[in-house]
């Protein structure tokens, strides 16, 4: 089955820039959304298609996605920020299946 | 405005049964992809079952796969999963989400992203 591994924590200060990496076996091929999870929320989606954001995402959630490895990137990062943060694609090489990256916490410093 | 909404969830003893329901409003149900993702206590977001909007493609997850079914009703606006020989490890909120399909230039499904979720339903499964 398809993996997608992120790193467990990634930390900055409030204003900097955070990215948060994705790796897979040529991930570039796939299409990579993002999703992030508040503590005792349900997650919300804030890339999709690699690099799109849906309407109420602010512009400093972007992504990017090629080889092995998809990125998203937090721009000016706010206080509201701190969260985990989850990639998501679909398999279809076999049987048609969702996978999840591992995720990453975000900590706002 | 798009709602999900989960029920069903609880106690149960490992080889039990449950039935989740999910209850949507705010958009045409019979247009989207459904599906369920849940998570475990203090752990990541698992897929677990797909199913397109005229139920004609079903999607599991290896690890629920031969115990789980899902299914809809398009005219009650509601998805449900049905869940048999339930074990410790399938404890955990279980959410259910809207999908959006995309597609190979071919016209082939390539996948679902999931752009609306459910606050979720816990299931605990326990002696």
């Known amino acids: 089955s398809y993996v997608l591994t992120q790193p467990p924590s990634v930390s900055v200060a409030p204003g900097q820039t955070a990215r948060i990496t994705c790796g897979g076996n040529?991930?570039?091929?796939?299409?990579v959304h993002w999703y992030q999870q508040k503590p005792g929320q349900a997650p919300v989606l804030v890339v999709y298609?690699?690099?799109d954001r849906p309407s109420g995402i602010p512009e400093r959630f972007s992504g990017s996605n090629s080889g092995n490895t998809a990125t998203l990137t937090i721009s000016r990062v706010e206080a509201g920020d701190e969260a985990d943060y989850y990639c998501?694609?679909?398999?279809?090489?076999?049987?048609?299946?969702?996978?999840f990256g591992t995720g990453t916490k975000v900590t706002v410093l | 405005e798009v709602q999900l909404v989960e029920s069903g969830g609880g106690l149960v003893k490992p080889g039990g049964s449950l039935r989740l329901s999910c209850a949507a409003s705010?958009?045409?149900?019979?247009?989207?992809?459904m599906n369920w993702v849940r998570q475990a206590p203090g752990k990541g977001l698992e897929w677990v079952s797909s199913?397109?909007?005229?139920?004609?493609?079903?999607y599991y997850a290896d690890s629920v796969k031969g115990r789980f079914t899902i299914s809809r009703d398009n005219a009650k606006n509601s998805l449900y999963l049905q869940m048999n020989s339930l074990r410790a490890e399938d404890t955990a909120v279980y959410y259910c989400?809207?999908?959006?399909?995309?597609?190979?230039?071919?016209?082939?499904?390539?996948?679902?992203?999931?752009?609306?979720w459910g606050q979720g339903t816990l299931v605990t499964v326990s002696s």
């Open positions: 989400a809207r999908g959006q399909t995309y597609y190979y230039g071919s016209g082939s499904m390539r996948g679902y992203y999931f752009d609306y």
């Open positions: 705010g958009f045409t149900f019979s247009s989207y992809s």
């Open positions: 199913i397109s909007s005229s139920s004609s493609y079903i």
């Open positions: 040529n991930i570039g091929s796939k299409s």
């Open positions: 298609d690699d690099s």
């Open positions: 998501q694609v679909w398999d279809s090489s076999s049987d048609h299946q969702g996978v």
